[in-house]
Nanobody
Framework: VQLQAFGGGLVQAGGSLRLSCAAS????????MGWFRQAPGKEREFVAG????????YYTDSVKGRFSISRDNAKNTVALQMNGLKPEDTAVYYC????????????????????WGQGTLVTVSS
């Protein structure tokens, strides 16, 4: 499984960005997908996750109401729409896949995801 994240950039506080992640492989529609981020000098943290069929989503508290995760299984893509961006959202954002077949749980721990994209940098200026 190969994941490629893109869509990062520089945006002013209050602005929006949409990140996308393209995945290879025919089994994408059975994977839980997640977005993580790593700010300078900090540990990588969970941001959002989506179930294999898109029916369930989960967000870390700091992005609830501002970010939205979605997926298109026909196109093997997962997206993260980020609105109301804040300087503290500045980080490298990674998409990740939990390739267990139709997993029930959306895990927040990095160790539960076995494939990772290369990351895309989001910088929010104040």
């Amino acid at each position: 499984v190969q994941l490629q994240a893109f869509g990062g950039g520089l945006v002013q506080a209050g602005g929006s960005l949409r990140l996308s992640c393209a995945a290879s492989g025919r089994a994408f529609s059975s994977y839980v997908m997640g977005w993580f981020r790593q700010a300078p000098g900090k540990e990588r943290e969970f941001v959002a996750g989506i179930s294999w069929n898109g029916g369930r989503t989960y967000y870390t508290d700091s992005v609830k109401g501002r970010f939205s995760i979605s997926r298109d299984n026909a196109k093997n893509t997962v997206a993260l729409q980020m609105n109301g961006l804040k300087p503290e959202d500045t980080a490298v954002y990674y998409c990740a896949a939990d390739t267990r077949f139709r997993a029930i749980v959306i895990f927040t721990m990095q160790s539960e995801y076995n494939y990772w994209g290369q990351g895309t940098l989001v910088t929010v200026s104040s």
